[in-house]
């Protein structure tokens, strides 16, 4: 609707291949764990040089449809891609979970509470 309306878009990723399935105009892909389209948590120099990646994706995209990969990486290794998703390093930590799964049910009880 954005772009209908005259409004350029970009989309920060970190899933290419849902990226290139998505069909948007102009996306960033950044190889970095699920979660981090926006750079590096903690790293502001990370996420304006990230930014301005898209700043110049806007001015300079000559086609849609395109996937812009810049030159980041998350680490000198790519041992994290190893291990993201796994018992060592899981998505979520145990503690965020649980305050997920907290908050989720205390949703539920105000829920049944309007109800009433």
Known sequence: MLEAGGISTVTYTNARDIAASAGNPRQIFLNYPLGNPAGRPQDPENQRSVLREGLKLLENADRPGIIVDP??????????????????????????????QELLQNAREQKARQLL
């Open 71 to 100: 030159p980041y990486s998350w680490s000198d290794s790519r041992e994290w891609m190893e291990k993201f998703m796994t018992d060592e390093h899981p998505f979520i930590s145990e503690d965020a979970e649980a305050k997920r």
